[in-house]
């Protein structure tokens, strides 16, 4: 992991507001050059600091996808278990995010399906096979409140 100044949390702090800002925009908001200020943006992708952009889709009715949080405990909490756990995560692309807890479970793990009979498939095709897995808990997502502090597009 690399070191990171003030400026470093600042251009995070605002590409977190708005990934799609221009770089000219970014610059001047941090008060580098735009030649500087990519440098640096390009140095937090390489390092993977900056993991990726992505798209936050909001949609509704009856094309919205179902969100299920789900709580899993393994048998055994071993560097070996762990790992076979994550890269089984990484490989189903149902699992939107996976993340390692302290507390009563393991991973804390972010569903998505298109309906509630497909879940039950995930369920029981995907997440009780996936290895060292002793206890599943899913509860359903009835709507999404803050997904994050996002800036809408300025048209």
């Known amino acids: ?3 990171l100044d003030a400026r470093d949390r600042e251009i995070l702090r605002l590409l977190r507001l708005d990934a799609r800002m221009s770089n000219a925009d970014l610059a001047a908001q941090v008060g580098l050059s735009a ?32 969100t ?24 189903h692309p149902e699992i939107r995010e996976c993340y390692l807890m302290t507390g009563s479970a393991d991973y ?3 569903v998505e399906a298109p309906n509630a009979a497909d879940f039950e498939r995930i369920h029981t095709e ?14 359903f997502a009835i709507r999404n409140a803050l997904a994050t502090r996002t800036r809408t597009r300025r048209n």
């Open 126 to 139: 995907i997440l009780a096979a996936m290895p060292g897995v002793s206890r599943i808990h899913s509860s």
């Open 1 to 3: 992991m690399i070191a």
């Open 35 to 66: 030649s500087a200020c990519l440098r640096r943006v390009r140095r937090l992708e390489e390092s993977g600091v900056i993991r990726g952009y992505a798209a936050l889709v909001n949609l509704s009715g009856p094309e919205a996808p179902m």
């Open 108 to 110: 804390f793990l972010k």
């Open 68 to 91: 299920v949080m789900v709580e899993i405990t393994l048998e055994r909490q071993t560097e070996d278990h762990l790992s076979r756990f994550e890269a089984a995560a990484r490989r």
